[in-house]
Nanobody, 122 residues
Framework: QVQLVESGGGLVQAGGSLRLSCAASGRTFNTMGWFRQAPGKEREFVTAIRWSTGRTYYADSAKGRFTISRDNAKNTVYLQMNSLKPEDTAVYYC?????????????????WGQGTQVTVSS
């Protein structure tokens, strides 16, 4: 059974930092990443990492502030978020796919975590 289990969300003031974790079990994946969904908005791509090469992809909103990384031994991906802004407030979802072709389109990803709330106060 495939599971993606997120942790690390919470409440932080603007300018602060949070680190999210996503532990995968049940199989390995070619690519893992993070999406987020704010109230009333569509789910949007944040960042992804190719498991074998470590190549990373970032949405413009995440560049320079967020960093994705992986721990192969733990089958875990991390999202370090710095300089957080109120507009980063959302439920953050870990996602995974067996595809070798990167896509930022959420419906093309195969597996999803339950989501973790990130709230940034002004």
């Amino acid at each position: 059974q495939v599971q993606l289990v997120e942790s690390g969300g919470g409440l932080v003031q603007a300018g602060g930092s949070l680190r999210l974790s996503c532990a995968a079990s049940g199989r390995t994946f070619n690519t893992m990443g993070w999406f987020r969904q704010a109230p009333g908005k569509e789910r949007e791509f944040v960042t992804a990492i190719r498991w074998s090469t470590g190549r990373t992809y970032y949405a413009d909103s995440a560049k320079g502030r967020f960093t994705i990384s992986r721990d192969n031994a733990k089958n875990t991906v991390y999202l370090q978020m710095n300089s957080l802004k109120p507009e980063d407030t959302a439920v953050y979802y870990c996602a995974a796919t067996g595809s070798v072709a990167f896509t930022s389109i959420s419906r093309r990803w195969d597996y999803w975590g339950q989501g973790t709330q990130v709230t940034v106060s002004s």
